[in-house]
């Protein structure tokens, strides 16, 4: 694993990426460069087919880009065999979809905790901060203004969605994951509860000292954010015209 | 890729699967152990259980007439003597006592004698063929040869020949009521081969 | 990872319980078979011991056997006395039972027999008979009967008992006027003596007393006029024949199967146990795989039902994968799941096993005179068990490595 280019304030640095299906012609992704910093929040969007997806595949370690150097975190996750990328995953992102977030036959801290029986460095940070995984379960949920004490008790399948996305950002939150990868997480929530939905992720996120890299094909979010990236601008794969094939 | 793995997967399961089922229905009592005497095992024949200068009267009914037949079947008492003796003629089979404990290996056929709860045997007869039991003439008492195993024995083919290992011994004793005959102390059970 | 593969049973144990509750039944199918058929097997094998040669009219030998030794079926023709007593008297000869068949009693049969029949009867073990309580017979109209008997008719010593000619279970004409008395009651057998009714040579011949003719004559005779009687046999149906020397069996048996004097058939009592014993052991042999096959089928379904619920659950397997969870826990996962539903379906059908012995184990000993002992599964049994528990632990491996394969193939991306 090379430091060489390492910059110990990015957290997500990409470089020359590119993404084919095996058997395809043309690569899905095709990016020359992209950096997130450390703390930032930041917007990415692009419609669908845009290549997002792939994108954050990508950066989360689940697919492999076809060529180029992926460093996330300060790792080089594209050199990373099969295994040591899930445990890269696991320490080192939180991840919220756009719903369905949550197993159905646990209970909505056992949900919650779920991170820190698969990731050791996200439960030591957790116990270090709550003392017990428990209480670190309630003042995750406290602050997304979810009365812990009902819901602890409370079947996953009885929240409303709303509340049900509030309980994966805790999720994503718990042991303090450097990097917040959060999937279209507002497309199910009503307009107005959008703006606090994402004011609550980003309070918690901060303090947690956590990125946030947020992906939408909604435009109207991203005056929230410090950085609005177009994926469309930046994805050279993704130009209309369907003629023009980059060689890899 | 995937669905000729799983093929795999699943054939190999289902053949553990029948295995140990399959384990679970047979089960086979065989080996008693040899005790400390470690003899030499002897492979005899049956024409060994007979005495070697030993020659086996005819059966005089067969040289006898029609006539002289009717006569002795006349029922009186004369006539009943004389059968009598004529049969313990017939019947003599003498036994070869040097064979007396030595541990032998002998190939027979199986007639059951008793069995145990389970259908394994407990005691049987070995003779040189089969159908001593039915219509063809009984072999002599000293072709057949008494067998005790140690333990019930289970054997799946009752009618096909076997090998039978263990210590004979030879009863000298003879009285009125019984002739001698052989007993094998039988430690193995093993199917016969022919060896070609 | 124990706790979250309880947590997801639990949550979908609707759809789980039932194929659980196939391989319940199947267990307990395959459990209860096997025991019922090691039992039948150990009564049928243990009916007659120590016995060298059975004599009866020349029939076939199975069927000498049957009538003789089970009860079931009747002889054509009996052995005349004279040569019931020339047998005995052979000098190869150590002992002799004449037994004589075709009455009975409420639906029991009645076996006209001497006092041998306590002395040199073996069976199982070489046990003898035992009697319980009161003594044999002794009077001409003395009866001593199997247990069975005497639970089932609710029967004490000294107890009149009326016996009926035929062998029908219910008596047309009676001999009402000459009752028999219970003088004892046997010990149980777990062979057909238990189902008997055993009086003496002479009894069957008072009984018969006025049958000559083939139907019951009008005079009546009294019972004392009866005993004052000559009551010798003139016929048995079979003999029971032990001898000095067991390996005087062949010549003996050719002996008999030759006498001129009249038409007889000597067996040898386990060469025709082993010629019956062929013809059931193919049906036994069936039943065992019939229940077998039905196991596999039991975990089959297990199998299927995990495997179908495996679509509905990638949405849960990418959550998990999401929230970093390895492949390989995922593999856990559904292996634990497996594993302790067949565990559960395996120890369930043990108990329906033994709720099925304890429930039906009366019925089965009046009907069948089988009595199933109720313990701890023998050799057999536990080995049955282990391998259906081995069994389901690798199919269920299946799913399990399908559930990997996909969230390997999937990772997060399982857009719904």
Same mark, same amino acid.
């Given at each position: 694993?090379?430091?060489?280019?390492?910059?110990?304030?990015?957290?997500?640095?990409?470089?020359?990426?590119?993404?084919?299906?095996?058997?395809?012609?043309?690569?899905?992704?095709?990016?020359?460069?992209?950096?997130?910093?450390?703390?930032?929040?930041?917007?990415?969007?692009?419609?669908?087919?845009?290549?997002?997806?792939?994108?954050?595949?990508?950066?989360?370690?689940?697919?492999?880009?076809?060529?180029?150097?992926?460093?996330?975190?300060?790792?080089?996750?594209?050199?990373?065999?099969?295994?040591?990328?899930?445990?890269?995953?696991?320490?080192?992102?939180?991840?919220?979809?756009?719903?369905?977030?949550?197993?159905?036959?646990?209970?909505?801290?056992?949900?919650?905790?779920?991170?820190?029986?698969?990731?050791?460095?996200?439960?030591?940070?957790?116990?270090?901060?709550?003392?017990?995984?428990?209480?670190?379960?309630?003042?995750?949920?406290?602050?997304?203004?979810?009365?812990?004490?009902?819901?602890?008790?409370?079947?996953?399948?009885?929240?409303?969605?709303?509340?049900?996305?509030?309980?994966?950002?805790?999720?994503?939150?718990?042991?303090?994951?450097?990097?917040?990868?959060?999937?279209?997480?507002?497309?199910?929530?009503?307009?107005?509860?959008?703006?606090?939905?994402?004011?609550?992720?980003?309070?918690?996120?901060?303090?947690?000292?956590?990125?946030?890299?947020?992906?939408?094909?909604?435009?109207?979010?991203?005056?929230?954010?410090?950085?609005?990236?177009?994926?469309?601008?930046?994805?050279?794969?993704?130009?209309?015209?369907?003629?023009?094939?980059?060689?890899? | 890729?995937?669905?000729?793995?799983?093929?795999?997967?699943?054939?190999?399961?289902?053949?553990?699967?029948?295995?140990?089922?399959?384990?679970?229905?047979?089960?086979?009592?065989?080996?008693?152990?040899?005790?400390?005497?470690?003899?030499?095992?002897?492979?005899?024949?049956?024409? $060994?259980?007979?005495? &070697?200068?030993? *020659? !086996?009267? +005819?059966?005089? %009914?067969?040289?006898?007439?029609?006539?002289?037949?009717?006569?002795?079947?006349?029922?009186? $008492?004369?006539?009943? &003597?004389?059968? *009598? !003796?004529? +049969?313990?003629? %017939?019947?003599?089979?003498?036994?070869?006592?040097?064979?007396?404990?030595?541990?032998?290996?002998?190939?027979?056929?199986?007639?059951?004698?008793?069995?145990?709860?389970?259908?394994?045997?407990?005691?049987?007869?070995?003779?040189?063929?089969?159908?001593?039991?039915?219509?063809?003439?009984?072999?002599?008492?000293?072709?057949?040869?008494?067998?005790?195993?140690?333990?019930?024995?289970?054997?799946?083919?009752?009618?096909?020949?076997?090998?039978?290992?263990?210590?004979?011994?030879?009863?000298?004793?003879?009285?009125?009521?019984?002739?001698?005959?052989?007993?094998?102390?039988?430690?193995?059970?093993?199917?016969?081969?022919?060896?070609? | 990872?124990?706790?979250?593969?309880?947590?997801?049973?639990?949550?979908?144990?609707?759809?789980?319980?039932?194929?659980?509750?196939?391989?319940?039944?199947?267990?307990?199918?395959?459990?209860?078979?096997?025991?019922?058929?090691?039992?039948?097997?150990?009564?049928?094998?243990?009916?007659?011991?120590?016995?060298?040669?059975?004599?009866?009219?020349?029939?076939?030998?199975?069927?000498?056997?049957?009538?003789?030794?089970?009860?079931?079926?009747?002889?054509?023709?009996?052995?005349?006395?004279?040569?019931?007593?020339?047998?005995?008297?052979?000098?190869?000869?150590?002992?002799?039972?004449?037994?004589?068949?075709?009455?009975?009693?409420?639906?029991?049969?009645?076996?006209?027999?001497?006092?041998?029949?306590?002395?040199?009867?073996?069976?199982?073990?070489?046990?003898?008979?035992?009697?319980?309580?009161?003594?044999?017979?002794?009077?001409?109209?003395?009866?001593?009967?199997?247990?069975?008997?005497?639970?089932?008719?609710?029967?004490?010593?000294?107890?009149?008992?009326?016996?009926?000619?035929?062998?029908?279970?219910?008596?047309?004409?009676?001999?009402?006027?000459?009752?028999?008395?219970?003088?004892?009651?046997?010990?149980?057998?777990?062979?057909?003596?238990?189902?008997?009714?055993?009086?003496?040579?002479?009894?069957?011949?008072?009984?018969?007393?006025?049958?000559?003719?083939?139907?019951?004559?009008?005079?009546?005779?009294?019972?004392?006029?009866?005993?004052?009687?000559?009551?010798?046999?003139?016929?048995?149906?079979?003999?029971?024949?032990?001898?000095?020397?067991?390996?005087?069996?062949?010549?003996?048996?050719?002996?008999?199967?030759?006498?001129?004097?009249?038409?007889?058939?000597?067996?040898?009592?386990?060469?025709?146990?082993?010629?019956?014993?062929?013809?059931?052991?193919?049906?036994?042999?069936?039943?065992?795989?019939?229940?077998?096959?039905?196991?596999?089928?039991?975990?089959?379904?297990?199998?299927?039902?995990?495997?179908?619920?495996?679509?509905?659950?990638?949405?849960?397997?990418?959550?998990?994968?999401?929230?970093?969870?390895?492949?390989?826990?995922?593999?856990?996962?559904?292996?634990?799941?497996?594993?302790?539903?067949?565990?559960?379906?395996?120890?369930?059908?043990?108990?329906?096993?033994?709720?099925?012995?304890?429930?039906?184990?009366?019925?089965?000993?009046?009907?069948?005179?089988?009595?199933?002992?109720?313990?701890?599964?023998?050799?057999?049994?536990?080995?049955?068990?282990?391998?259906?528990?081995?069994?389901?632990?690798?199919?269920?491996?299946?799913?399990?490595?399908?559930?990997?394969?996909?969230?390997?193939?999937?990772?997060?991306?399982?857009?719904?």
């Amino acid at each position: 694993m090379s430091d060489s280019a390492i910059n110990s304030t990015s957290i997500i640095e990409l470089e020359s990426v590119k993404f084919v299906w095996p058997g395809a012609n043309t690569p899905v992704l095709d990016l020359d460069e992209l950096t997130v910093y450390r703390g930032e929040r930041v917007f990415l969007r692009g419609a669908s087919g845009s290549g997002k997806t792939t994108l954050l595949n990508i950066v989360a370690a689940v697919l492999q880009a076809s060529s180029g150097t992926t460093v996330v975190n300060g790792i080089d996750v594209g050199a990373l065999p099969n295994h040591k990328r899930d445990r890269f995953r696991a320490d080192t992102i939180g991840y919220i979809f756009q719903q369905f977030n949550l197993l159905p036959f646990l209970s909505v801290s056992d949900n919650v905790s779920l991170p820190c029986r698969f990731s050791a460095p996200r439960k030591r940070r957790a116990l270090a901060l709550g003392g017990s995984i428990d209480s670190e379960c309630q003042r995750l949920l406290e602050a997304m203004q979810l009365s812990s004490e009902a819901m602890t008790k409370t079947c996953v399948t009885q929240l409303s969605v709303g509340q049900q996305q509030r309980v994966a950002v805790a999720r994503a939150l718990i042991g303090s994951p450097p990097l917040i990868i959060a999937d279209e997480p507002t497309s199910a929530l009503d307009n107005d509860t959008r703006g606090a939905f994402i004011n609550l992720l980003f309070a918690e996120a901060c303090k947690a000292g956590s990125t946030v890299l947020f992906v939408s094909h909604d435009e109207s979010l991203a005056g929230h954010f410090d950085r609005t990236i177009e994926l469309s601008s930046i994805n050279k794969a993704s130009a209309a015209d369907s003629a023009s094939l980059t060689r890899c | 890729m995937k669905k000729s793995r799983f093929l795999s997967a699943s054939v190999v399961n289902i053949a553990i699967m029948l295995g140990v089922l399959s384990l679970a229905g047979c089960k086979k009592v065989d080996d008693v152990d040899v005790s400390e005497n470690i003899t030499t095992l002897t492979e005899i024949t049956w024409d $060994e259980l007979i005495p &070697a200068d030993f *020659e !086996q009267p +005819e059966n005089p %009914f067969e040289t006898m007439s029609q006539d002289e037949i009717d006569k002795l079947m006349d029922g009186s $008492e004369e006539s009943k &003597a004389i059968i *009598e !003796q004529l +049969e313990k003629e %017939f019947y003599y089979a003498p036994t070869v006592d040097k064979l007396d404990g030595m541990r032998v290996k002998l190939p027979a056929y199986i007639t059951p004698l008793e069995f145990d709860g389970q259908m394994k045997l407990e005691e049987f007869l070995l003779v040189p063929y089969l159908g001593a039991c039915m219509h063809t003439p009984p072999p002599p008492s000293n072709q057949i040869v008494h067998a005790t195993p140690s333990e019930a024995v289970e054997v799946d083919d009752m009618y096909s020949p076997v090998w039978a290992i263990g210590r004979l011994r030879v009863d000298t004793k003879k009285s009125a009521l019984a002739e001698a005959g052989y007993q094998l102390e039988l430690e193995d059970i093993e199917p016969y081969k022919r060896l070609q | 990872m124990l706790t979250l593969a309880w947590q997801s049973l639990r949550n979908r144990w609707g759809t789980v319980l039932l194929a659980t509750l196939a391989v319940a039944v199947s267990v307990s199918l395959i459990l209860t078979v096997e025991k019922i058929r090691h039992e039948a097997r150990n009564s049928f094998a243990q009916t007659v011991s120590g016995t060298d040669l059975i004599v009866g009219a020349r029939s076939g030998s199975i069927q000498l056997l049957l009538y003789s030794v089970f009860r079931i079926g009747n002889a054509t023709n009996n052995i005349s006395w004279e040569t019931a007593k020339e047998i005995e008297q052979r000098d190869a000869v150590k002992w002799t039972i004449p037994i004589s068949l075709g009455d009975s009693h409420r639906g029991y049969r009645v076996v006209g027999t001497t006092q041998d029949i306590f002395t040199q009867f073996r069976y199982g073990n070489d046990q003898a008979l035992r009697i319980a309580s009161g003594r044999a017979f002794d009077d001409v109209f003395d009866a001593v009967v199997g247990s069975e008997v005497a639970k089932a008719l609710e029967y004490a010593i000294g107890q009149p008992i009326v016996i009926g000619h035929g062998t029908g279970s219910v008596s047309l004409v009676k001999h009402d006027e000459r009752p028999f008395r219970i003088s004892g009651i046997l010990a149980p057998t777990g062979t057909p003596v238990d189902r008997s009714v055993h009086i003496s040579l002479a009894g069957i011949e008072a009984m018969h007393v006025d049958w000559q003719s083939g139907r019951q004559s009008s005079d009546e005779l009294s019972v004392d006029a009866i005993r004052e009687m000559d009551l010798t046999p003139k016929a048995v149906t079979a003999l029971m024949v032990g001898l000095n020397s067991r390996a005087a069996v062949f010549r003996e048996q050719r002996s008999i199967n030759t006498y001129r004097e009249e038409p007889l058939l000597a067996i040898l009592p386990a060469v025709a146990l082993q010629e019956l014993w062929s013809l059931i052991g193919v049906a036994e042999k069936a039943l065992f795989f019939i229940s077998m096959s039905v196991v596999v089928a039991g975990l089959v379904n297990l199998v299927s039902v995990l495997l179908a619920s495996l679509g509905e659950r990638r949405r849960e397997m990418a959550i998990l994968r999401a929230t970093g969870a390895r492949p390989i826990h995922v593999f856990t996962l559904l292996g634990l799941e497996s594993t302790g539903l067949t565990i559960l379906g395996v120890a369930s059908g043990l108990l329906l096993h033994y709720i099925i012995l304890l429930s039906s184990g009366w019925w089965i000993s009046e009907n069948y005179g089988l009595v199933i002992p109720v313990g701890i599964p023998d050799a057999q049994g536990l080995r049955i068990l282990l391998g259906v528990l081995l069994a389901g632990i690798l199919a269920g491996l299946i799913p399990a490595f399908a559930a990997y394969r996909t969230s390997l193939a999937d990772g997060m991306t399982q857009k719904l």
